[in-house]
């Protein structure tokens, strides 16, 4: 029993000695997500019978341990599989590295020439003797006239010059040839120890084989580092054809690994988010400390009706530090319901390939048919996925009070069906760059509107009508008269169709009265103040538009916004 024991033991340590296995992992897909990338990759490796340990190279920097999936056929039981940055061999280095397999054939290269130098220099050696010994036969000899004998020494002083210059340059190349080695020979110890300590990443897996023979391995993880993002190209000749569309994508990805000739998917999933649905606990509500109660009513009544910006119709007051200071006063009051609209913006170009859709329940994904190459170096690549005939119907937009311009919007029905994504889009109308837009299809109306860009041919001006505007005080109260006129003329050779829009003011206090004395039969909306005008001009056609508006409030009060 004990024999057998010790046997055992012998053939786990004889096992667990072997050198690691190296191979090297190849790219062959890509699904790219919003922020995140699965890469598919494949590694041949022959393995012995038993256990061994097999160091897989050539996978992403940072990967998600835990996605790691690796198939293999059923001879093979993986036991464990380790993902590392910094993997350090207690065995021979991989001589398959490209960076140690330069500098191998680059000193073979040398070996050889050192090789051919010394035989070329053992030659012209051999010619020195030979030249040395027929000098002395020639010497003894008697009978030779002066000229002979001339002949013969400037033949041998000639022949002997140039075999040792020869001899010279030979020495030379010879030198800088064993200068050449030594740093080569520096550079592979150089290159086999940060072969063995790189930071690119590896995975280790320990491994029981049934048989020997060569292994075919399948090898999937997500790894971060990667992204794609949806733009747009948008082209349109007129405003009575269709709107052609390019789709688009800019991949990113600094994973570590190049993408080489690989099939390429992007997803409009997000793989890393939480999937976690929210629940929802009763809400109680609860009185405040009459004092806060009493601060958080004047707070209102000064901020929202007097502040220097309008809040939206839902903003409200949040109050922060509940505790006083010595003065009663509390640390601090904010506002909120604010609006902003910012967005980022970049510049893409694209390269056409074949594209199939698929549509999923939770996401969209387009597979590229065509092989396609995507480097770790962070850089934008562009793709065009499909392109679209868009049927759209078009019309100008105008608000005069923020811009002097009309504004060309197409309107597209029925969108949900192209399965467009957010992003920003590039404008070409009539053949000329118009500028950018931002497609959001995640909206709840029927239309789609696209922003085409400015019209120019369309000219807009707004003035103030000095005569019909003014301030007036009545008593305790002043009263304000705002009157504006609006002109927009169509310098277009077809009719244009316009929908123009203004606004007057929207009492938030109850001292305050407005009242609308003139909208030239706008359609108004009382409760946002919105005025809209839907105008069909002919070519070379001219309209006024009147808008007039009261204001009264308190003369001792400013409003810093009217």
Not at 432 to 454: E, F, N, S, V, W
Not at 459 to 476: D, H, M, N, P, Y
Not at 489 to 511: C, G, L, S, W
Not at 519 to 535: F, P, R, Y
């Amino acid at each position: 029993m004990k024999r057998a024991l010790l046997m055992l033991l012998l053939f786990c340590g004889m096992a667990y000695a072997q050198k690691p296995v190296f191979t090297t992992a190849k790219v062959k897909a890509a699904t790219v997500y919003f922020n995140a990338a699965e890469i598919a990759q494949t590694a041949n490796v022959t393995l012995p019978a038993g256990t061994s340990e097999i160091v897989i190279k050539n996978v992403a920097d940072y990967l998600n341990e835990g996605s790691v999936q690796i198939g293999a056929p059923a001879t093979l039981t993986v036991l464990s599989v380790q993902f590392t940055t910094n993997y350090i061999s207690e065995f021979e280095p991989d001589e398959t590295s490209p960076a140690i397999k330069r500098v191998r054939d680059s000193i073979t290269i040398v070996k050889k020439e050192l090789e051919k130098t010394a035989t070329l220099k053992t030659s012209e050696y051999k010619i020195l003797e030979l030249l040395d010994k027929n000098n002395q036969v020639y010497g003894q000899q008697s009978g030779l006239s002066v000229a002979e004998l001339v002949k013969m020494v400037d033949y041998y002083k000639a022949k002997r010059n140039e075999t040792s210059n020869t001899i010279n340059s030979l020495t030379e190349k010879e030198q800088k040839l064993n200068e050449l080695f030594t740093k080569l020979s520096s550079r592979l110890d150089t290159n086999t120890r940060e072969a063995e300590k790189t930071s690119a990443g590896k995975l280790v897996l320990q491994v029981m084989n049934e048989q020997a023979g060569n292994i075919a391995l399948d090898i999937s993880y997500l790894t971060g580092n990667a992204s794609w993002t949806p733009f747009y190209d948008l082209r349109a000749d007129n405003t009575t054809a269709p709107i052609n569309m390019l789709y688009k994508a800019q991949v990113v990805q600094q994973t570590g690994i190049d993408w080489k000739k690989v099939k390429l998917t992007l997803s409009s999933g997000v793989p890393t988010q939480n999937n976690q649905a929210p629940d929802i606990n009763p809400w109680f509500l609860q009185y405040a400390p009459n004092f806060i109660q009493s601060l958080q009513g004047q707070v209102s009544g000064l901020v929202i009706g007097y502040g220097n910006s309008a809040p939206r119709a839902d903003a409200n007051i949040r109050i922060r530090g509940m505790a006083s200071s010595d003065k009663g006063k509390l640390d601090e009051i904010v506002v909120e319901g604010y609006r902003s609209t910012q967005r980022s913006k970049s510049n893409v170009a694209a390269t056409t390939l074949e594209t199939n859709i698929t549509e999923n329940q939770l996401s969209v994904s387009f597979d590229i048919d065509m092989p396609y190459d995507i480097a770790s170096n962070g850089k934008k690549h562009s793709v065009t996925l499909k392109e679209i005939q868009l049927p759209a119907s078009f019309r100008h937009f105008a608000v005069p009070k923020a811009e002097k311009e009309a504004f060309l919007i197409a309107q597209i029905t029925d969108y949900s069906k192209y399965n467009l994504l957010k992003g920003e889009a590039n404008i070409i109308f009539e053949g000329l760059y118009a500028g950018k837009t931002y497609i959001d299809p995640m909206q709840t109306t029927d239309t789609l509107k696209l922003g085409m860009g400015r019209d120019r041919k369309i000219s807009i001006e707004r003035e103030k009508v000095a005569e019909k505007s003014g301030t007036k005080f009545l008593s305790s109260r002043r009263e304000q008269t705002f009157t504006y006129d609006v002109t927009i003329r169509n310098n277009k050779k077809e009719a244009a169709q316009i929908v123009v829009k203004e606004n007057y003011p929207i009492a938030t206090d109850k001292e305050m009265e407005i009242e609308l004395l003139e909208s030239s039969s706008a359609d108004v909306n009382k409760e946002t103040g919105i005025m809209q005008w839907e105008l069909k001009l002919k070519p070379g056609e001219t309209k006024k538009l009147r808008i007039s508006y009261k204001v009264k409030y308190p003369k001792d009060r400013n409003i810093v916004n009217l």
